[in-house]
């Protein structure tokens, strides 16, 4: 479903990505863990063209990302952002229904609002909340309407970008659950960027972990903690000592 | 090597204002293409032509109450060295409406609108907002920069015939009660000496200064840094050339609309 063959990114002389080559099947939960800094926005932002990478091919289903029709391309995804950027000036139901209030998919606006308030419902809240505005929300609210905007159009694939930072424990365990629920409930092909490592076994069913601007490693969850590479290893476990850096 | 720095220096200076110019210029240039192609986002707009227009009014409307009346007693004391005070009311229509009114108005909508602007549309972007929009299939350039940028050109120049207005107003006022001229004579003259092109070339300023203001507003918020301190910069950088553009193109426009 979403394929990366070579993909480079460097701002200026630093290379971020240097090569990263990746494949996430249809209908599968890939979760990229990597220590900060270590590029894993930008690989997510280099699929959806928000960052055009200096090198390489990102193919979504088969089609060029750089050559296919930019609407339609978007279409397939649905993003929840790591500080959720909910729309300051909208309502939070408007927020929800804001693709499908316009461009191809547009819906009449009683339309949009029922299918905002349904999703609203699914990821946990009343429709009350829906006439609020984001700045009236806690953290925790502020994703779940975050969460919903992203599966508001019921994409194909969904990014979640850091889905638990900033959230106590047991918020964090919530939004883990709801992501996936959703995703198996969907059928939709998922990919997390996080290095909280109990969003890892929460929501993947692969596991890749970005370092030095390359996929360093793959494997499922089991595969993960059985797995000798020291640098896996030293990173699940949360070392001081190790490959990796302890100071970046 | 050491004597050719500054010769460096002065040549990467050139070299990035020339650079900045050109992305500007491309900036502008995309916005008005969105402007004039569809789909249109007629309620950014709206939203956008109260912000700007309306809300700037009473900040409009001082400033030229104040500079009406300042522009009186000067015209009046000047006048009087070579016995022309009666030309007061005439100049003071003039200079308002051709000068003072767009240029003014102009500025006071630049330190309120271009920094509002960038300020929020910069806030945008550290938050990610702007990418939000992107991943839900709209165009920021035509979401939020094409309705701001229409709003503003379309508005300043209503807000600079009404800043005309109270500023003949201001002139009017300390002219009667101030400088005792006859009410009737003041406005009798102000009127006769008024020509439509007047109003009109200030309009027309007006137009141009509003573009400039949404046109830097938006620019440099978004293409903000990081951060609360990229956010500030971009405000000033907002405020600073859009005023600096205004009284630039203001000689510009005062050349090719009164020369000869």
């Known amino acids: ?248 | 090597m050491s004597l050719l720095a500054p010769v460096a220096r002065l040549g990467r200076a050139v070299l990035g204002a020339l650079a900045a110019t050109g992305r500007v210029a491309i900036f502008a240039a995309e916005s008005l293409s969105h402007i004039v192609r569809p789909p249109f986002y007629g309620r950014e707009f709206l939203t956008a032509a109260l912000q700007i227009g309306w809300m700037s009014l009473p900040v409009v409307g001082l400033t030229a109450l104040f500079t009406g009346a300042a522009l009186a007693l000067q015209i009046y004391v000047g006048g009087a060295r070579f016995n022309a005070e009666s030309v007061v009311p005439s100049i003071v229509a003039i200079g308002m409406t051709r000068e003072l009114g767009p240029v003014l108005g102009g500025l006071m909508v630049a330190a309120r609108v271009a920094s509002s602007i960038a300020a929020e549309l910069g806030t945008m972007k550290v938050t990610e907002q702007i990418d939000a929009l992107v991943t839900l299939s709209t165009n920021p350039m035509k979401y939020l920069a094409a309705p701001r940028i229409l709003a503003a050109t379309v508005t300043v120049p209503v807000l600079v015939a009404v800043g005309d207005s109270i500023g003949i107003m201001g002139g009017w006022l300390v002219g009667v009660n101030r400088l005792d001229f006859n009410s009737a004579t003041y406005l009798h003259n102000t009127i006769q000496f008024l020509e439509p092109w007047d109003v009109g070339s200030g309009l027309v300023k007006g137009a141009v200064f509003g573009f400039i203001v949404a046109l830097m507003g938006c620019y440099y918020g978004m293409n903000s840094g990081r951060g609360a301190m990229g956010v500030g910069a971009a405000t000033k950088a907002a405020v600073v050339g859009a005023s600096v553009l205004i009284l630039a193109s203001n000689y510009l426009l005062t050349e090719v609309l009164f020369s000869a």
């Open chain 1, 1 to 248: 479903m979403i394929e990366l063959a070579g993909v480079h990114k460097a701002f200026g002389t630093n290379a971020v990505l240097r090569g990263v080559d990746l494949l996430v099947p249809r209908g599968t939960s890939m979760v990229i863990i990597g220590g900060s800094g270590t590029g894993k926005s930008v690989l997510l932002k280099c699929i959806l063209g928000l960052v055009r990478p200096d090198a390489g091919v990102v193919r979504i289903a088969g089609e060029n990302a750089r050559t296919a029709g930019r609407e339609a391309f978007l279409a397939r995804f649905g993003m929840l952002f790591q500080g959720s950027a909910l729309f300051d000036s909208l309502p939070v139901w408007q927020n929800v229904a804001f693709r499908l209030m316009r461009g191809a998919t547009k819906r009449p606006r009683d339309e949009a609002r029922a299918i905002a308030i349904e999703k609203l419902r699914r990821v946990g809240l009343g429709p009350e909340v829906g006439e609020l505005y984001p700045a009236e929300l806690s953290g925790g609210m502020q994703k779940r309407v975050g969460l919903a905007r992203a599966i508001a159009a019921e994409p194909e694939i969904i990014f979640f970008d850091e889905p638990t930072t900033g959230l106590d424990p047991i918020m964090a365990g919530v939004i883990d659950d709801l992501i996936r629920e959703i995703v198996v409930e969907m059928g939709a092909t998922a990919m997390t960027i996080t290095h909280d490592m109990r969003t890892v076994r929460a929501v993947a069913d692969h596991v890749a972990m970005l370092h030095d601007g390359i996929i360093r490693w793959t494997g499922t969850v089991q595969e993960m903690d059985a797995t000798p590479d020291p640098y896996v290893h030293q990173f699940i476990n949360g070392l001081a000592q190790g490959p990796i850096a302890s100071v970046r």
